[in-house]
Nanobody, 122 residues
Framework: QVQLVESGGGSVQAGGSLSLSCAAS????????MGWFRQAPGKEREGIAV???????LYADSVKGRFTISKDNAKNILYLQMKNLQTEDSAMYYC????????????????WGQGTQVTVSS
């Protein structure tokens, strides 16, 4: 049974940084397309970064240069480092896995975590 458990969310002031983690069980992160998505109230779930089994990465334009996705294959953990956070980055952040086509579209992904909240204040 696949489980994805996010952690690391919290509250930060604009310009600050946070790091999110996603601990995976039931699958090997090095072999799967993994991704981070976010969803703010009243908005659709937005794909922000994906990384495939070969390490190829795609970012949404809204986070390029500020967010970094990575995997620790030994620990089976997916990370998202977020810098220069802005108020518009406030959302529930979700870890995902299992896309056949590794692209930042929610419909492509099979497995989801429960999410971790990120709140950025001005």
């Amino acid at each position: 049974q696949v489980q994805l458990v996010e952690s690391g969310g919290g509250s930060v002031q604009a310009g600050g940084s946070l790091s999110l983690s996603c601990a995976a069980s039931g699958l090997i992160v090095s072999s799967y397309c993994m991704g981070w998505f976010r969803q703010a109230p009243g908005k659709e779930r937005e794909g922000i970064a994906v990384i495939d089994g070969g390490g190829r990465i795609l970012y949404a334009d809204s986070v390029k240069g500020r967010f970094t996705i990575s995997k620790d294959n030994a620990k089976n953990i997916l990370y998202l480092q977020m810098k220069n956070l802005q108020t518009e980055d406030s959302a529930m952040y979700y870890c995902s896995a299992g896309a056949r086509l590794c692209a930042p579209y929610a419909a492509y992904f099979r497995y989801w975590g429960q999410g971790t909240q990120v709140t950025v204040s001005s």
